[in-house]
């Protein structure tokens, strides 16, 4: 069955690093986009940067632009975010999300497994 | 950059229908998909591609999309339904959610 396991989280200071992990198991992991999607504390789901098959193409929201760094590794099933100059803002759990972009279907995807997420807290 | 905007949250009495909007510059010629979202939980995809239904989903759950909203539809609406509702749609390359509605079951 698909798994996704995230790991990588947790408490770091503002202007510090994190580098998260996100394991992929039952399923052909080259054959997929992957994103990393966020919810902060009492607010919704934000998408973070998604990452194409090959690792050709990646895109990231705006707010993280420069500071995150979304990368893969097909031969060993992982995905990660590189967290850089981290700001309060950035408190949130994440989750990496196995991303659907389907055939004839065109500028549309959707996410159908999700992690269960690793907590990222940015102290001020 | 492109938003899409859900009611905070919806009631509804249990076995009733349910509806949660989500509404977006031309939404309708795009495709929305929908998420549901418990405590303590991951998210769950329960309707894709306007309105097709992830295997496991309960066909109580439908979908549909035309002009600038798209619905979330739960028919018989159980307890088990109580949660967090998300849209979300793509536009010009970036992944866009909606702020997310709170359906409570009562």
């Known amino acids: 069955q698909v798994q996704l396991v995230e790991s990588g989280g947790g408490l770091v200071k503002a202007g510090g690093s994190l580098r998260l992990s996100c394991a992929a198991s039952?399923?052909?992991?080259?054959?997929?986009?992957m994103s990393w999607i966020r919810q902060a504390p009492g607010k919704g789901l934000e998408w973070v940067s998604y990452?194409?098959?090959?690792?050709?193409?990646?895109h990231y929201t705006d707010s993280v632009k420069g500071r995150f760094t979304i990368s893969r590794d097909n031969a060993k099933n992982l995905l990660f975010l590189q967290m850089n100059s981290l700001r309060a803002e950035d408190t949130a759990l994440y989750y990496c999300?196995?991303?659907?972009?389907?055939?004839?279907?065109?500028?549309?995807?959707?996410?159908?497994?999700w992690g269960q997420g690793t907590l990222v807290t940015v102290s001020s | 950059s492109y938003e899409l905007t859900q009611p905070p949250s919806v009631s509804v009495s249990p076995g009733q229908t349910a509806s949660i909007t989500c509404s977006g510059g031309e939404l309708g010629s795009k495709y929305a998909s929908w998420y549901q979202l418990k405590p303590g939980q991951s998210p769950v995809l329960v309707i894709y591609l306007d309105s097709k239904r992830p295997s496991g989903i309960p066909e109580r759950f439908s979908g549909s999309n035309s002009g600038s909203t798209a619905t979330l539809t739960i028919s018989g609406t159980q307890a088990m339904d109580e949660a967090d509702y998300y849209c979300q749609s793509w536009d010009s390359s970036s992944v866009v959610f909606g702020g997310g509605t709170n359906l409570t079951v009562l």
């Open positions: 990452i194409s098959r090959s690792s050709h193409y990646t």
């Open positions: 999300a196995r991303e659907v972009v389907p055939e004839g279907y065109s500028n549309s995807n959707y996410f159908d497994y």
């Open positions: 039952g399923f052909t992991f080259g054959d997929y986009y």
